[in-house]
């Protein structure tokens, strides 16, 4: 039994590695290929061993760009990236916890009617509605800007309902409780329901984080200038190249850098992570 | 310091529901005052009135001499103890006691005064860094009547406060709410289901059915004088056991009591003895023993009647028709199927009119 029990124990664990190598490889090789030379990756001779041009490449990625296609250096392209995610998570969390504290906290007329509109609106993605919402964007002089970058991405069907169904789960009493105490509406959201939304605030930062990291089709319409673009839609311009060679090694480490934000996202707030997705107790 | 007093005080919901059906209760300044009554009867609905927490739709609650109908709940100088508690789970102890106080605009030093002797009263000085979730139930519970406490409130509010304790501690903290509140001689308001809590706690007892009150009064004079069959058989555990006048053989016994329009005759187990004698002017009835319970202290004795019988209308823990209670001493113990007659004297009759709300004294 005891046998078995370690030869499964293996099994499983083997299965695992498999599974990492899958996942990793790519990710390694990636790495690989940007520490080397341009011609020999272009040869087809690379070797699956770091080469000697990691200082180099990441400096030429991250404060100069590529030599051909975009002129842009990618420390710049991250830049805008990372302010376009911090202000979608940060934007979406905001909007989403307040609107489901009136939703759940407060009578008001038509209540039901604007939480099923915000329900519907979840079957309208970005895609659906993009000519409209360029539209606007580009009525308000948004083009080219964070804020349109960020603001038409901002309300979240999704988030609210994770909030609303939180706060059905905090109990009347504790709501009560904040009336005796002399906490008004505005204090009670914040003394009390803000720290206990901590945990699910946390989990949801990190999705819509990475949610907003990846954004492709909207920032690709609506940036024009090279010094707005984001790192997504900088990798893609880097690798279509007419009349010279794609510059491997620094796609890669722009491919590399892109990853990093997220992976950092969720290593720090793993713990929080966790806790808010699986939490229960109040 | 202060009255409260309730006037026909009335809850109907938009639906139509009428949860309290004109309610007066006088609770005197520094009383103790206990509604009781089984679950749906409205008291917790009463008490989260008086609260501030549901809006009054007819009467007038009275505070220390002024209305308070119309008053937010942090206005009217209350404190209330919730049935789970609700503590604020991502503070800690002191912070919970201080955070009624600090929303008063309180200076910290006056905060810390009133919380360090709260903590002190309560037991809980050690323990005012931590997190509500890091106690036990009864230290919680010691948080949330600390709470309370911190405010100096008028009045005190509790909502079945201890029905999330286990049987031992919810003994040990109602002798602590009693001495806690003698201490601080703070009107109180408590609600509960638990008729010996009732009766252990209350200066006034007021008895609830159906959104209405049933009595009101002291608990002893309640329990020794019910006025209706309702709270005969609600007070006092066995609860009393009820029968009707109809059959021969109790309306012959009854004969010489002024009892002729009576319909229900009340006699509690614990007024039974078991004898061969029927006392002057008492009731005597012959009955089977179906089962017996020993609990030590006492005995309970669970006797059928020879003559099946209409079931008199009474809630709740009635008894199945025919079926009498009887409490004896826990020396003895009657064999299971044993003939025995009991009998109470003239003094323990309880008389109710056919329809059990009225009483007819003997």
């Given at each position: ?5 370690g030869?499964?124990?293996?099994i499983?664990?083997i299965?695992?590695w498999i ?7 790519p990710?390694?090789?990636a790495?690989?290929a940007?520490?080397?030379d341009?011609?020999v990756i272009?040869?087809?001779?690379m070797?699956?061993?770091?080469g000697g041009h ?6 030429q990625?991250?404060f100069?760009g ?5 002129r ?6 991250m830049l805008?990236?990372l302010v ?11 909007i989403?916890?307040?609107s489901?504290y009136a ?8 209540r ?28 308000l ?6 804020a349109?970058?960020s603001l ?5 069907a ?5 909030f609303r169904q939180?706060f ?14 002399g906490?008004g509406?505005?204090?009670?959201f914040?003394d009390?329901?803000?720290p ?8 949801l930062f990190v999705i819509l984080?990475i949610?907003?990291?990846n ?5 690709l319409l609506?940036?024009?200038?090279d010094d ?8 893609r ?7 010279a060679?794609?510059?491997?090694p ?9 990853m990093?934000p ?5 290593v720090?707030?793993?713990k929080?992570?966790?806790?808010g997705l ?5 | 310091m202060?009255?409260?007093t309730l006037?026909?005080v009335r809850?109907t919901y938009?639906g139509?529901?009428?949860?309290i059906k ?10 103790f005052?206990?509604?009781v ?7 917790s609905t009463l008490?989260?009135?008086v609260?501030g927490?549901?809006?009054v739709?007819?009467g007038?609650i ?11 709940p942090?206005?009217?100088d ?6 789970n508690?609700?503590?604020y ?5 002191y ?7 600090r ?12 919380v360090?002797?709260?903590a002190r ?19 919680r519970?010691?948080?949330a009547?600390g709470?309370?406490?911190?405010r ?27 001495k ?5 001689n703070?009107?109180s308001?408590?609600v509960t ?12 007892l007021v008895?609830m059915n ?5 009595q ?9 004088k019910p006025?209706?069959?309702f ?13 009707s ?17 009576a319909?229900i005759?009340g ?8 004898t ?8 005597a009835?012959?009955l089977t023993?179906?089962?017996?319970e020993?609990v030590g202290?006492?005995?309970?004795v669970?006797g059928?009647r ?12 009635e008894?199945?028709p025919?079926e009498?209670i009887?409490?004896i001493?826990?020396t003895?113990?009657p064999?299971?199927?044993a003939k ?6 003239r003094?323990?009759?309880h008389?109710f009119?056919s329809?059990g709300?009225?009483?007819?004294e003997?």
């Amino acid at each position: 039994m005891v046998e078995e029990e370690g030869f499964r124990r293996y099994i499983a664990h083997i299965i695992l590695w498999i599974g990492i190598a899958i996942v990793a490889f790519p990710v390694y090789l990636a790495f690989v290929a940007s520490t080397q030379d341009n011609a020999v990756i272009a040869n087809g001779q690379m070797s699956l061993l770091p080469g000697g041009h990691f200082l180099e490449t990441y400096y030429q990625t991250i404060f100069v760009g590529t030599s051909g296609s975009t002129r842009e250096p990618v420390g710049n392209m991250m830049l805008n990236s990372l302010v376009m995610a911090l202000l979608i998570a940060v934007g979406k969390i905001a909007i989403s916890i307040i609107s489901a504290y009136a939703i759940v906290y407060f009578r008001f007329p038509f209540r039901m009617a604007l939480f099923w509109l915000i329900f519907i609106t979840l079957m309208l993605p970005v895609e659906v509605r993009i000519y409209p919402t360029y539209k606007i964007v580009a009525d308000l002089h948004m083009l080219d800007s964070y804020a349109g970058l960020s603001l038409p991405l901002i309300a979240s069907a999704t988030a609210t309902l994770l909030f609303r169904q939180f706060f059905m789960t905090v109990p009347d009493e504790l709501l009560e409780a904040s009336r005796i105490d002399g906490a008004g509406p505005f204090r009670f959201f914040w003394d009390t329901l803000l720290p206990l939304s901590r945990t699910n605030m946390a989990a949801l930062f990190v999705i819509l984080f990475i949610l907003g990291w990846n954004q492709y089709l909207w920032p690709l319409l609506i940036t024009t200038r090279d010094d707005m673009q984001t790192i997504q839609i900088g990798i893609r311009k880097m690798i279509t190249t007419t009349d010279a060679l794609t510059e491997w090694p620094i796609v890669m480490a722009t491919a590399v850098l892109a990853m990093l934000p997220p992976v950092f996202v969720v290593v720090v707030m793993q713990k929080l992570f966790v806790r808010g997705l699986v939490e229960t107790e109040k | 310091m202060a009255n409260v007093t309730l006037r026909n005080v009335r809850k109907t919901y938009p639906g139509g529901f009428e949860a309290i059906k004109g309610v007066d209760v006088d609770v005197g300044d520094g009383q103790f005052c206990v509604l009781v009554g089984p679950s749906g009867c409205g008291k917790s609905t009463l008490l989260r009135m008086v609260a501030g927490l549901e809006t009054v739709t007819g009467g007038e609650i009275d505070i220390g001499g002024r209305i308070v109908n119309g008053i937010e709940p942090a206005d009217r100088d209350i404190a209330m103890v919730f049935q789970n508690y609700a503590l604020y789970p991502h503070m800690s102890v002191y912070n919970n006691m201080a955070y009624g106080l600090r929303n008063r605009g309180m200076a910290e030093a006056d905060i810390k005064t009133r919380v360090d002797e709260a903590a002190r009263i309560l037991e809980l000085t050690s323990m005012l860094e931590r997190k509500p979730r890091q106690l036990s139930g009864g230290q919680r519970q010691r948080v949330a009547m600390g709470r309370a406490i911190v405010r100096q409130p008028k009045v005190f509010l509790f909502d079945e406060p201890l029905s999330n304790l286990d049987a031992k501690l919810r003994i040990a903290m109602r002798v602590e709410i009693r001495k806690l509140q003698r201490r601080l001689n703070t009107t109180s308001i408590y609600v509960t289901h638990d008729q010996l809590e009732a009766m252990t706690l209350a200066d006034i007892l007021v008895v609830m059915n159906g959104g209405q009150v049933e009595q009101v009064g002291n608990p002893l004079a309640i329990y020794e004088k019910p006025a209706t069959t309702f709270v005969a058989s609600f007070i006092g555990a066995p609860p009393m056991n009820l029968m009707s006048t109809r059959p021969e053989e109790i309306r012959s016994q009854l004969a010489g009591n002024a009892a002729a329009d009576a319909g229900i005759l009340g006699i509690r187990p614990e007024d039974f003895v078991i004898t061969d004698q029927t006392p002057d002017g008492g009731v005597a009835l012959p009955l089977t023993v179906e089962a017996i319970e020993r609990v030590g202290a006492e005995t309970f004795v669970y006797g059928s009647r020879e003559q099946e019988e209409q079931r008199v209308a009474a809630t709740p823990g009635e008894l199945p028709p025919g079926e009498i209670i009887v409490r004896i001493p826990g020396t003895e113990a009657p064999a299971i199927g044993a003939k025995i007659r009991v009998a109470a004297v003239r003094q323990k009759l309880h008389l109710f009119s056919s329809d059990g709300r009225t009483r007819i004294e003997v």
